[in-house]
């Protein structure tokens, strides 16, 4: 009987095992274009972030034979593999520098690197040297990137955009049983920080507000609008947004802000370095400065939350700052 059983549950595992296997070709809908793989790709450039640290979180280290744009250092559990792997450029790599490094796969954060109007180059440009392309859906699912910049938001971000990249990628490389444990993690530590603010009871109407960066100091801030990465996090813990755009990152001027009067200011910190303001120490100089900003309530109470500026994207670190902006509601005190 027992011999039975092991050998049930051995045939179940083996199942189990044959089913998350890729089956190549595969091909997929990416971004509106069809990619197909004939095999798991040995070499992807990451333009991105996010899907560098995707990557990482697949196991899929040793795959990876360059990085570029960051906007803050990788998370700390990657620093140690993320060192011994060529950096091309802290922001936008070249074309060239990135075929420089024989990848099978380029992995893809933002359409308007590598995209119809891509700054980096276009999927044709690669498609032509034999090189695969995939873009992250966060990126063009519910979002229309034909406006140029930021792109605007067509729909909400959700979380399973994200989660969708993740799956996708790990189908590409025959990791599937990977893409769905990370997937569970994320989904975990999204629930609990859903859970923790709900057990908060915190007052109707809460406003929040995003600020990314400014051009100048002294010029209107980059604010979230309510349909990206930011507006979800506000939705998911209760709070409102005051910026009403579904722009991504829409310039308003602060003393529309001040007069909307969030409750809580969200402030990214970054180790880019475009803007003055790309500086958390000159965002938070200038807030408790400034005879505008220093007269809204959430200056004035001190409720100024700090995220990685990655997280206010549409990444799998959105999750994390959900879970961080929940943590940090648990801190403070609402009249």
């Avoid at 091909?27 to 274009?33: A, D, K, L, M, V």
């Avoid at 994200?162 to 994320?186: P, W």
């Avoid at 001027?253 to 200011?265: F, R």
């Amino acid at each position: 009987m027992m011999k039975c059983m092991i050998l049930a549950v051995a045939s179940l595992l083996g199942a189990v095992s044959a089913s998350a296997q890729t089956h190549y070709p595969l091909q997929i809908e990416n971004c509106g274009r069809k990619v197909r793989f004939e095999a798991a790709p040995e070499r992807a450039v990451t333009i991105g972030q996010s899907a560098t640290e995707i990557l990482y979180s697949l196991g899929l280290a040793d795959r990876v034979k360059g990085t570029s744009v960051w906007f803050n250092k990788v998370l700390p559990r990657y620093a140690e593999v993320n060192a011994q792997i060529p950096r091309l450029a802290d922001n936008d790599p070249s074309f060239e520098s990135v075929v420089a490094r024989k990848p099978d796969l380029v992995a893809v954060q933002y359409e308007w690197h590598v995209g119809p109007n891509g700054v980096v180059g276009t999927r044709e440009q690669f498609a032509d040297l034999g090189i695969n392309t995939y873009i992250l859906p966060a990126d063009c699912d519910t979002k229309d990137n034909s406006t140029g910049g930021d792109g605007t938001r067509v729909g909400a971000f959700d979380p399973v955009q994200v989660y969708k990249g993740i799956r996708q990628l790990a189908e590409i490389f025959d990791v599937a049983d990977r893409g769905e444990t990370l997937v569970d993690d994320l989904q975990a530590t999204e629930a609990r920080a859903v859970a923790r603010a709900k057990a908060l009871d915190l007052p109707k109407g809460l406003k929040a507000a995003f600020w990314f960066s400014s051009a100048d100091i002294a010029l209107d801030p980059y604010m979230a609008g309510q349909l990206g990465a930011p507006g979800y996090m506000m939705r998911a813990l209760g709070l409102t947004n005051v910026v009403q755009s579904d722009e991504e990152w829409p310039t308003v001027g602060w003393e529309s802000i001040a007069k909307a009067d969030p409750d809580v200011l969200v402030i990214a910190k970054m180790d880019r370095r475009r803007f003055p303001a790309d500086d958390v120490e000159e965002k938070l100089k200038f807030l408790r400065s400034d005879p505008v900003t220093r007269q809204m309530k959430a200056v004035r109470e001190g409720h100024i939350v700090v995220m990685d500026a990655h997280a206010m994207s549409a990444t799998l670190r959105t999750i994390y700052g959900l879970d961080s902006l929940s943590d940090a509601l648990a801190g403070m005190t609402f009249q």
